[in-house]
């Protein structure tokens, strides 16, 4: 009997298992583009804490919009720049604005992160140009000419950022 119940209960963990979210094929780049638009999952850990979320994260040579949902897709904020700084909206909740999209992602997800950064690191940019982040590129997909990051981590102290691509696109004909 109690075999038979480790089966069922193997079979229900299975039926609950979550399949990763499929990956297209990316765009063939010659030079890393201007503008692009990405989905995929942040992971944050901080101490004990730990946040899963998707990223929906547009970027521009003049902005920066990240829509974060939950795992199953809802939205829990944006944070949207432009030249005067940036905005964080939330349902329910009035806008909030402050000088950098730093001060507003440290607001919702407890650490300061700098887009500008993270672009260059998915676009292959050296893990010695992280600052006082420590970079691992965990797997990378070729496009084109430019090798693109699908997973990397950031650790600064106690606190690490994971992001994993799951879709990646050029926008207004970046090359």
């Given at each position: 009997?109690?075999?038979?119940?480790?089966?069922?209960?193997?079979?229900?963990?299975?039926?609950?298992?979550?399949?990763?979210?499929?990956?297209?094929?990316?765009?063939?780049?010659?030079?890393?583009?201007?503008?692009?638009?990405?989905?995929?999952?942040?992971a944050?850990?901080?101490?004990?804490?730990?946040?899963?979320?998707?990223?929906?994260?547009?970027?521009?040579?003049?902005?920066d919009?990240?829509?974060?949902?939950?795992?199953?897709?809802?939205?829990?904020?944006?944070?949207?720049?432009?030249?005067?700084?940036?905005?964080?909206?939330?349902?329910?909740?009035?806008?909030?604005?402050?000088?950098?999209?730093?001060?507003?992602?440290?607001?919702?997800?407890?650490?300061?992160?700098?887009?500008?950064?993270?672009?260059?690191?998915?676009?292959?940019?050296?893990?010695?140009?992280?600052?006082?982040?420590?970079?691992?590129i965990?797997?990378?997909?070729?496009?084109?000419?430019?090798?693109?990051?699908?997973?990397?981590?950031?650790?600064?102290?106690?606190?690490?950022?994971?992001?994993?691509?799951?879709?990646?696109?050029?926008?207004?004909?970046?090359?």
């Open positions: 009997m109690t075999r038979l119940a480790a089966l069922a209960l193997a079979a229900l963990c299975a039926a609950c298992a979550v399949a990763p979210a499929p990956t297209k094929p990316l765009p063939q780049l010659s030079s890393v583009p201007a503008s692009f638009e990405m989905s995929g999952r942040l944050l850990r901080q101490g004990d804490r730990s946040e899963i979320a998707r990223l929906r994260w547009t970027h521009t040579p003049r902005s919009r990240w829509v974060i949902a939950s795992p199953l897709g809802n939205e829990v904020a944006r944070i949207e720049t432009d030249a005067e700084g940036a905005t964080l909206k939330r349902a329910g909740a009035a806008d909030e604005r402050a000088p950098s999209f730093g001060a507003l992602s440290e607001r919702i997800l407890g650490v300061a992160l700098d887009p500008s950064s993270l672009a260059g690191w998915l676009h292959g940019a050296p893990p010695d140009a992280a600052g006082e982040w420590a970079v691992s965990e797997e990378t997909q070729r496009a084109g000419s430019v090798d693109m990051a699908r997973r990397l981590s950031a650790r600064r102290g106690d606190v690490t950022v994971r992001l994993v691509v799951d879709e990646y696109r050029t926008l207004d004909g970046a090359p």
